[in-house]
């Protein structure tokens, strides 16, 4: 018997009948049904709480939560999986089912080296030596497209940037040569042209190996190059069914036209306020800025230049977009730009006043001025706290004092007894009503949020420092299409009213067309290109760029 399994010609690979799941009393799947036969590809869609992956966790025998009630069959290759032992769901992921998760940071160990995680799984199930076992770590490695392996091998999870931990997780999931592999949302947070190596090398091992794919996303341009066949899920339920060019030519249902319609596209109309005259004197000015980080190896330390020579500037009601592949250094300059960072040489000018290196008073203010939402708004909430308790925690950090009039807050350096908490709650709802949410989500915590919900909370938060520039870190990317375009308009309407200066870092380059008065393309830490945004998408100079955006998923399935 191979690691796979059993063959049995005809069956379907992954079968689910008549699938209900509770949690903790309501109802999450409301009898779906879906099959993958070998060699095939599913591509399963919706928003975020529609149960993509509650149905698949289910169907594999990953789903471990309280107060859970699951009825219906699953079957992975004729074997049962709802209902069976842990030893016979332990004999099933691995050697048949692979798992790619959307978060690789809580996927992956902290504490283990690359090289033992992706060797543990060859090593118990197909019962490889060490040495075995490592050189098939390097062959995956190198096939995710991961630079210079051998040395990665050594590395942690945390010296690893965010698209290179999704690398590294889905060569994990692939280690054991598994039958079928699920992917929920694996390239979510990956540049255009790592998703597209990712998306051919699963097409390829899917044709090599008569693989069987499951596929979650919110990104139907992905999917479109991914699935053989598309289910579209709506609060628990199947509303449509169908192959993938027929869910792209013909939709049936409302509900997936309208994830259609939803999609950022490239050239797609653009009503931007005008940006600011080139004669105007910038906000913020990056000048000849290099970043180098020290990692210590088995061999010593080793000195990684992160930024070198980086010159940008952004003006009052502009947004800069960065772009550019993973570790090309763009959250660098987020980084430098918060104080987290300082660089080695170089000079950032707010205002025409050097930030470098600046303490006590002074630092504060610039943190005031400078604001960040971050990408995974899941993270960036602390969940113990309220919405009421994180925004009164920004306010507090900005010195705020009370309301003056609506809308308008009182700071100065310090704390006063005018901040009462009444009045700190006032405040409270009208941030949240700036971005479209009432006061009632005031005491409501992080998990009783959806994700979109919690990314407005995130930016209600960021406004609470009363910022001149907002940094915005890959801040849509984990947000379903249409929750997506909803945040884009209102970043746009905030900026029309309050006249920020974005800097919008994002490896989505459609998304980056609608938000971008200017493009900065970053490689290798150096900023490569730089134009208006629409003569950049429309002729761009240099070949990385062309290459960006000519890995972009095309608009129906290739």
């Known amino acids: 018997m191979s690691a796979q399994g059993p063959v049995r010609p005809g069956a379907p690979l992954l079968e689910v009948r008549d699938l209900h799941v509770t949690l903790s009393g309501k109802k999450i799947i409301d009898g779906v049904s879906l099959s993958v036969e070998r060699g095939r590809s599913l ?13 698949v966790l289910s169907a594999t025998g990953l789903l471990d939560a309280p107060r859970t009630e699951i009825s219906g069959t699953a079957a992975v290759d004729g074997r049962p999986v709802i209902g069976a032992s842990p030893q016979a769901l332990r004999q099933l992921h691995g050697p048949s089912v692979g798992f790619v998760f959307q978060d690789p940071a809580t996927s992956l160990n902290p504490l283990l080296t690359l090289e033992r995680q992706l060797t543990e799984g060859p090593q118990t199930h197909l019962g490889l030596t060490r040495r075995q076992a490592r050189s098939r770590a390097l062959e995956l490695l190198d ?71 499951v596929w979650i996303s919110h990104d139907l341009g992905v999917i479109g190059q991914i699935a053989d066949d598309v289910a579209v899920l709506y609060q628990g339920q199947v509303v449509e069914h169908a192959p993938v060019k027929d869910i792209f030519d013909a939709p049936q249902h409302d509900y997936t036209r309208t994830l259609l319609a939803a999609r950022p596209r490239l050239g797609a109309a653009r009503d931007l306020a005008a940006a600011p005259a080139g004669d105007d004197a910038p906000l913020l000015q ?53 104080g987290l960072v300082t660089p080695v040489s170089g000079e950032v000018l707010l205002e025409g006043e050097d930030i470098i290196g600046v303490k006590g008073r002074t630092a504060r203010e610039v943190r005031r001025r400078i604001a ?35 809308g308008v807050a009182s700071r100065d ?66 947000l379903d299409v249409s929750i997506q375009s909803q945040v884009i308009e209102l970043l746009r309407r905030l900026q029309a009213e309050h006249g920020f200066a974005y800097l919008f870092i994002a490896h989505d380059l459609a998304v980056v067309e609608q938000m971008s008065h200017r493009i900065a393309v970053m490689k290798d830490g150096r900023v490569v290109e730089e134009n208006e945004a629409t003569e950049l998408y429309r002729a ?18 290739s």
């Open 540 to 557: 761009p100079r240099q070949q990385y760029t062309r290459d960006l955006i000519a890995a972009i998923p095309p608009e129906r399935p």
């Open 413 to 478: 350096g310090n704390r006063s007894r005018e901040g009462s908490a009444a009045s700190m709650r006032d405040r409270g709802a009208e941030l949240l009503e700036s971005v479209n949410l009432d006061g009632s989500f005031l005491d409501r915590y992080p998990h009783e949020l959806s994700g979109g919900q919690r990314q407005r909370v995130c930016i209600a938060r960021a406004l609470a420092l009363d910022p001149e520039v907002l940094i915005l870190d890959e801040s849509t990317a984990s």
């Open 143 to 213: 096939a995710v497209g991961l630079p210079d392996p051998e040395s990665r091998l050594e590395a942690y999870p945390h010296q690893l940037s965010g698209g290179q931990k999704q690398r590294v997780m889905i060569a994990v999931a692939l280690a054991c040569d598994p039958a079928l592999l699920v992917a929920d949302e694996p390239t979510t947070a990956l540049d255009v042209t790592t998703q597209a190596q990712i998306l051919q090398l699963v097409n390829d091992l899917k044709r090599d190996r008569d693989m069987s794919v």
């Open 372 to 406: 960040m939402v971050f990408q995974d708004p899941y993270a960036a909430l602390n969940p113990r706290r309220s919405v009421a308790a994180s925004l009164a925690e920004a306010l507090g950090a900005a010195g705020w004092r009370g309301s003056v009039r609506r």
């Open 286 to 338: 990056i000048s000849d800025m290099t970043v180098d980080f020290e990692l210590r190896t088995s061999t010593g330390k080793k000195t990684v230049r992160a930024n070198e020579d980086v010159t940008l500037h952004v003006r009052r009601g502009e947004t800069l977009g960065i772009v550019g592949e993973s570790g090309s250094g763009k959250s660098t300059i987020a980084n430098v730009l918060t």
């Open 43 to 55: 591509g399963i869609v919706g928003e975020s709480g529609s149960g993509k992956s509650v149905t």
